[in-house]
T-cell receptor, first 115, second 114 residues
């Protein structure tokens, strides 16, 4: 079955450590996205990528980094510069052809807790 | 910039009650509008969408109509079930870019009781 996988589901890290969250899709989608979800704040866009080896900052990119070396993979690194990294992180993807009416498909999310 | 405003939750209803979750938006141009649903501990799933004014999206008994004159996309269901308990997000898609970026509302939690 096609879909988006994120791993791990739960992640615990000590303050000051970098951590990388995995996102893989087998939908052959062009664009991929990372969102952060905090209670009562909805989803906020961290980074997105339209094609391999290219990505753009979203609304809250500070303290995060990404790479897009393969079409199907878009890992997110939460660096020690991110002041409040504890959150639920969601990866999504979509086709570009057809325009903004295309839905974004979401992975199951990774809950990161920084101790 | 673009923004989406949803009614505050939680919304608590008895089974078979009528549901309305209000959503209004601010956007330049002509965005596409979406409702996503999130069950506990999971990612988001598309519930329905509308891509132009007066379009009605529908799925699983839920409906929403794209009203450009009132910049609204209210979600309705005639008879809710316990299994509808979830968080519902209204979102709009940026019409101007090539990579469709979604702007989300803050979400509305629905709790349906027997």
């Amino acid at each position: 079955d096609g879909g988006i996988t994120q791993s791990p589901k739960y992640l615990f890290r000590k303050e000051g450590q970098n951590v990388t969250l995995s996102c893989e899709q087998n939908l052959n989608h062009d664009a991929m996205y990372w969102y952060r979800q905090d209670p009562g704040q909805g989803l906020r866009l961290i980074y997105y990528s339209q094609i391999v080896n290219d990505f753009q900052k979203g609304d809250i990119a500070e303290g995060y980094s990404v790479s897009r070396e393969k079409k199907e993979s878009f890992p997110l690194t939460v660096t020690s510069a991110q002041k409040n990294p504890t959150a639920f992180y969601l990866c999504a993807s979509t086709r570009l052809a057809g325009g903004p009416g295309n839905e974004q498909f979401f992975g199951p999310g990774t809950r990161l807790t920084v101790l | 910039g673009d923004s989406v405003t949803q009614m505050e939750g939680p919304v608590t209803l008895s089974e078979e009650a009528f549901l309305t979750i209000n959503c209004t938006y601010t956007a330049t141009g002509y965005p596409s509008l979406f409702w996503y649903v999130q069950y506990p501990g999971e990612g988001l799933q598309l519930l329905l969408k509308a891509t132009k004014a007066d379009d009605k999206g529908s799925n699983k008994g839920f409906e929403a109509t794209y009203r450009k004159e009132t910049t609204s996309f209210h979600l309705e269901k005639g008879s809710v079930q316990v299994s509808d308990s979830a968080v519902y997000f209204c979102a709009l898609s940026d019409q101007t870019g090539t990579a469709s970026k979604l702007t989300f509302g803050t979400g509305t939690r629905l709790q349906v009781t027997l």
